[in-house]
């Protein structure tokens, strides 16, 4: 089982990137699907999550800004970042999820700094 995130990098406020997530190793359109973050020293907390029936909800600080969705064909996560600020910087996780397992990616650092 594998989920490779990919797209961080250093952008400037206001700013958008897009974070994508690859699986490989599990039926990944019956997973729910997540994005978390976490910033040194905090909890990682979720930003994002989409079910599989395409559902999604959103942490109310990524409200209108940040999107979430799926491509099940290619077994890939997506997370649309928008309107970026210095306080969405953190390292950001892909999680994939049913009810026997639980998976993580490594992370991908998103720093937001003019």
């Known amino acids: 089982v594998q989920l490779v995130e990919s797209g961080g990098g250093l952008v400037q406020p206001g700013g958008s990137l897009r974070l994508s997530c690859v699986a490989s190793?599990?039926?990944?359109?019956?997973?729910?699907m997540s994005w978390y973050r976490q910033t040194p020293g905090k909890e990682r907390e979720l930003v994002a999550a989409?079910?599989?029936?395409?559902?999604?909800n959103s942490a109310d600080f990524v409200k209108g800004r940040f999107n979430i969705s799926r491509d099940n064909a290619k077994n890939t996560l997506y997370l649309q970042m928008n309107s970026l600020k210095p306080e969405d910087t953190a390292m950001y996780y892909c999680?994939?999820?049913?009810?026997?397992?639980?998976?993580w990616g490594r992370g991908t650092q998103v720093t937001v700094s003019s």
């Open positions: 999680n994939a999820r049913n009810w026997q397992w639980d998976y």
């Open positions: 989409i079910t599989t029936e395409r559902g999604t």
């Open positions: 190793g599990f039926s990944f359109s019956n997973y729910a």
